[in-house]
């Protein structure tokens, strides 16, 4: 039994998503899914429908169109983008997390990281919703490690703020990296393989074979919003990112500076939504 086997067996507080969630994350590998069908599951699902309302109708998702109904949603938004909007809200209300865990700061990142990575998909041509989806997962397996081994999660966090690396600290001390937690708990949700991929090797893209497009891009997301956390000017945060990345996902870096200013607000108002 691997070490992510045994933290599983162990664990006592294996998150779980709505019905409507499972039957979404299956229409990723089903493109002639039954659309009005899902819809009006969702519709049902009152607590799901009023947040997912509520997110839509954010800057980030809706711009300046109102959306006032699961149905409309579709309509104006698209069922892709519904769907992430129903995953996240899923997501966000799955984790039960210490009282001393700052759970809202937790996923205002992975928001943060979720939107660079959709940006980053639309420059080089994938799914941007797909890429979203991956983003906000990213470091959901530490959700899963913290609840199990809280103290060492601490110490861990307080070697990563004096710059260690967070996989190579997990891998030394569990035998496993957050991104190996976060492909498992993907994978017994049955998300596609793209997506568990891409949460199991964003820490090391080119490791995976074939490479990881959505690892790919996870990766250089959690650069970009680094760099915007210190307020790196254009030109630096392009020369902070990995070039070996970049030149795989193909993307182009003064088209990139160009689309810049679409990450001034990475998350809009989607800390109120928290």
């Given at each position: 039994?691997s ?10 507080q294996?998150?779980t998503?709505?019905k409507?969630?499972?039957e979404?994350?299956?229409?990723f590998?089903?493109?002639?899914a039954?659309i009005d069908?899902i819809a009006?599951?969702?519709a ?15 800057a980030q998702f809706g711009g300046n169109?109102?959306?006032a109904?699961i ?7 698209g069922?892709?983008?519904?769907r992430?909007?129903v995953?996240?809200c899923?997501?966000v209300?799955s984790?039960?997390?210490?009282k001393?865990f700052?759970?809202?700061k937790?996923w205002l990142?992975?928001?943060r990281?979720?939107?660079a990575?959709?940006?980053l998909?639309?420059l080089c041509?994938?799914d941007?919703?797909i890429a979203?989806?991956?983003?906000l ?7 899963l490690?913290m609840?199990e081994?809280?103290?060492?999660f601490?110490?861990?966090n ?5 710059g ?15 991104g190996?937690?976060?492909a498992?708990l ?17 820490s090391?893209?080119n490791?995976a074979?074939?490479?990881?497009v ?9 650069q ?8 790196a000017?254009?030109?630096q ?5 990995a ?7 193909k ?7 160009l689309?810049?200013a ?5 998350t809009g108002?989607?800390?109120a939504f928290l």
């Amino acid at each position: 039994m691997s070490a992510v086997d045994d933290l599983f067996r162990k664990s006592q507080q294996l998150p779980t998503i709505p019905k409507v969630a499972q039957e979404l994350i299956v229409t990723f590998d089903q493109p002639d899914a039954a659309i009005d069908d899902i819809a009006k599951k969702i519709a049902l699902d009152q607590a799901i429908s009023a947040k997912v309302l509520r997110l839509a109708n954010t800057a980030q998702f809706g711009g300046n169109r109102k959306v006032a109904s699961i149905r409309e949603a579709v309509m104006v938004l698209g069922f892709n983008s519904l769907r992430t909007l129903v995953l996240a809200c899923s997501f966000v209300d799955s984790f039960r997390t210490p009282k001393n865990f700052d759970i809202k700061k937790f996923w205002l990142h992975s928001f943060r990281v979720a939107a660079a990575s959709k940006w980053l998909a639309r420059l080089c041509k994938q799914d941007g919703e797909i890429a979203f989806t991956c983003g906000l997962l990213h470091e959901i397996g530490d959700l899963l490690i913290m609840a199990e081994h809280p103290t060492q999660f601490t110490n861990i966090n307080n070697s990563v703020a004096l710059g260690g690396n967070r996989a190579e600290l997990e891998l030394t001390l569990f035998g496993f990296t957050y991104g190996d937690v976060g492909a498992e708990l993907a994978n017994r949700w049955r998300f596609p393989d793209a997506i568990v991929n891409a949460i199991r090797y964003q820490s090391s893209p080119n490791a995976a074979q074939p490479f990881s497009v959505y690892a790919g891009l996870i990766y250089l997301a959690q650069q970009v919003v680094a760099q915007l956390d210190i307020g790196a000017a254009p030109d630096q945060l392009m020369e902070a990112l990995a070039v070996d990345i970049v030149h795989a996902l193909k993307l182009d870096t003064d088209k990139m500076q160009l689309h810049l200013a679409e990450l001034n607000d990475l998350t809009g108002d989607i800390a109120a939504f928290l």
